[in-house]
């Protein structure tokens, strides 16, 4: 598994995370990413829409497809 991949497990299984806390959980799991490596996985997973980011903390996003699939069934 490759780092964002990495990352965005630690997020999806603490929830609501900062760094320190997903360094914590990666090193307990085995995985060691560096500072550098952690930010930009965080980053391109923000890019590509798959965390959301609220203040320090990052968590998995919430998938937007079925709400909106739901939304137009029932428009007016």
Do not use: C, H, N
């Not at 299984?13 to 360094?23: F, H, N, P, Q, S």
């Amino acid at each position: 598994m490759d780092a964002k991949g990495w990352v965005l497990l630690a997020v999806e299984k603490l929830g609501w995370a900062g760094e320190r806390e997903i360094v914590r959980w990666l090193d307990e799991a085995g995985e060691e990413l560096s500072r550098l490596e952690l930010q930009k996985a965080l980053a391109t997973l923000l890019a590509e829409g798959r965390l959301e980011q609220k203040g320090e903390l990052y968590r998995r996003a919430t998938p937007k497809g079925a709400k909106s699939a739901f939304d137009s069934l029932f428009e007016d």
